[in-house]
């Protein structure tokens, strides 16, 4: 396991702590070949625009429920941050959260005379400001590129608040020149937490398990009641005592590997709380080693058997009727790198050929260092090669290529803004955000509905693709989307 050490205030980030890479075109089975330390990142000669770590860090603590986020740096660096205030409403019903309120977010809006002097008055003001105006549980504190470089020191001004308004104020150091691979902004927020929120563990609770999550359903109360526990989601929808009891839960599992890899292995350094040795359960064969992995650490292997023998009676005719009628279909997958795995694994499940994917960066290994927990190599085990694998960090340019030249049946998608392109391109596309919608058994019956649905409505995207406008250019999309990686023929 990579040694996390929460006595310092920031998080190593993720291509010196664990390889990660943003840079790579081949296919899946090399990539999980080339394994940790041989991995070499690919730089581009020329790219798009792409994520912060920043925004990341504030989609971990804006959905907390009675937090205020305090985005320390220009105004720009806090435009971003808004994104998640809809997110916030309009996932809350999947947690049975009725009243959303409104969010909470600022910025200290530092401007010239702050980048000469200092922004540490200007940042000491507004948490007093902000606890005024909010009466807040926790605030955090989110560090930008601007007053890293000035070098304010954020640490000391949030402890010297913490003492004057005696709630906790949590720095979280997540400037975006750290780090090309945007999740370390997960990292980054998830250190702040377990270094100053979750307590050491007074006592361990069997009735609760940590769940490392977004804003997905909540499938896991019902998948945790017949071992008598239920979920504690982090951090998404959660409170500040929800987060406090993070130490002494009896588990760890995880929606996203690439999202709750830093606070799986945290919470089992430090806290004793031991993350299942399993990728999240997508596809049949995973959700099996997932739900059997949970029996074992819990000490229930029975009540595992009963759990998958009763939900493959019920869901596995229903999920052969779904491979029939998707027989023959191909598919390409873009997404942030374990959930797009996941999808990748539910297209090989019901039947669905992978012919590429846009993966946004690629960890080799996870911080808990188990091999069970690559859910790319268990795609590759479980249902043979992915061939395009392409790794870019969200550039646009490379996945229109791609797409232009395989034209898959369907794009599925898990982030807004990706499926326009396969709209444009006469590809119907499919866009989930609840990332609990393809789990389980049960999931691959909801994922497989939509996918038909999908292909079967395609009258709007073809029509459209007779007047849509590309932005790129004939000469590109002629051109192999690795022309403008390190030994592709753009260099
Ligand atoms: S923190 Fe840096 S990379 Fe992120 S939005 Fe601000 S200036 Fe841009």
């Not at 394994?35 to 770590?53: A, I, N, P, V």
């Amino acid at each position: 396991m990579t040694k996390i050490n929460l006595a310092l205030p920031a998080a190593a980030i993720r291509e010196i702590r664990i390889n990660s890479i943003t840079g790579y075109q081949g296919d899946a089975e090399e990539l999980v070949k080339a394994g940790g330390c041989d991995l070499k990142d690919k730089e581009r000669s020329f790219s798009q625009c792409m994520g912060c770590t920043t925004s990341k860090a504030a989609c971990m603590t804006i959905l907390i429920q009675d937090a205020a986020v305090i985005s320390h740096g220009p105004v720009g660096c806090a435009s971003c941050l808004h994104e998640f205030s809809f997110t916030y409403r309009v996932n809350a019903p999947l947690r049975g959260v009725k009243k959303p309120t409104p969010r909470r977010i600022f910025s200290t809006n530092l401007q010239e005379k702050e980048a000469i002097y200092g922004g540490g008055l200007k940042l000491a003001q507004a948490i007093r400001e902000v606890q005024n105006r909010t009466n807040a549980k926790v605030i955090f504190v989110l560090t930008t590129c601007a007053s890293g470089i000035i070098g304010d020191d954020v640490e000391s001004v949030c402890t010297e608040a913490e003492e004057e308004l005696g709630i906790p104020v949590v720095p979280i150091f997540c400037e975006g020149f750290r780090s090309k691979v945007w999740t370390t902004g997960f990292d980054a927020a998830y250190h702040a937490i377990a270094r100053k929120l979750i307590p050491k563990p007074q006592q361990r609770r069997k009735d609760l398990i940590n769940v490392i999550n977004f804003w997905g359903s909540d499938v896991f109360s019902q998948w945790f009641a017949p071992f008598g526990a239920k979920p504690n989601y982090i951090t998404p929808y959660a409170t500040l005592d929800n987060l406090k009891q993070a130490g002494e839960a009896v588990a760890t599992v995880q929606a996203c590997s690439t999202l709750g890899s830093y606070l799986g292995a945290v919470l089992e350094q430090d806290f004793g709380v031991p993350e299942i040795p399993a990728a999240p359960p997508y596809g049949i064969a995973q959700t099996d080693r997932w739900f059997r992995a949970l029996g074992q650490i819990l000490g229930q292997e029975s009540v595992a058997e009963k759990l998958i023998a009763e939900k493959k009676k019920e869901f596995l005719p229903k999920i052969e009727a779904l491979r029939r009628k998707l027989a023959g279909k191909t598919a390409y997958v873009t997404a942030g790198a374990a959930h797009g795995h996941a999808l990748l694994a539910v297209l090989g499940e019901l039947g669905v050929t992978p012919c590429g994917a846009a993966i946004f960066h690629h960890d080799p290994v996870y911080d808990s260092g188990r091999p069970e927990n690559d859910q790319l190599a268990q795609r590759v085990a479980d249902y043979g090669n992915v061939p395009n694998y392409n790794v870019c960090n969200k550039q646009e340019f490379e996945l229109v290529n791609a797409l232009n030249r395989l034209r898959p049946d369907v794009l599925l998608a898990r982030h807004g803004g990706m499926t326009l392109w396969g709209a444009k391109l006469g590809i119907p596309a499919l866009l989930v955000g609840d990332e609990h919608y393809a789990m389980g058994y049960e999931g691959l019956v909801n994922y497989g509905e939509r996918l038909v649905e999908v292909m079967e409505n395609d009258e709007f995207v073809k029509d459209l693709a007779k007047h849509a406008v590309m932005p790129y250019t004939k000469w590109w999309l002629a051109q192999p989307p690795s022309y403008f990686l390190r030994g592709g023929t753009g260099q």
